[in-house]
């Protein structure tokens, strides 16, 4: 399954990742590798919460890319 993150760095020069689809669903590292990893862990953790407790798994991201000339 493939999520969208949100990776932004603050101003303590943590990154931030978060998962829109998920809400809530936020983790941190201090380089932007360790970030990943850790938000990876959060998304499935958040998955299996769900799945435990009944509730509807929002579905995976489906992207196209297109090529545009000007």
Do not use: F, W
């Not at 201090?30 to 499935?44: G, M």
Request: charged share 30%.
């Amino acid at each position: 399954m493939k999520y969208r993150i949100i990776i932004e760095q603050d101003e303590d020069g943590m990154y931030i990742a978060e998962c829109p689809a998920l809400p809530g669903c936020i983790s941190q590292g201090e380089t932007r590798a360790e970030a990943l990893e850790n938000i990876r862990d959060a998304i499935k953790g958040y998955l299996e919460s769900l799945r435990k407790h009944g509730e509807p798994i929002p579905p995976p991201i489906e992207e196209e890319i297109i090529e545009v000339t000007l």
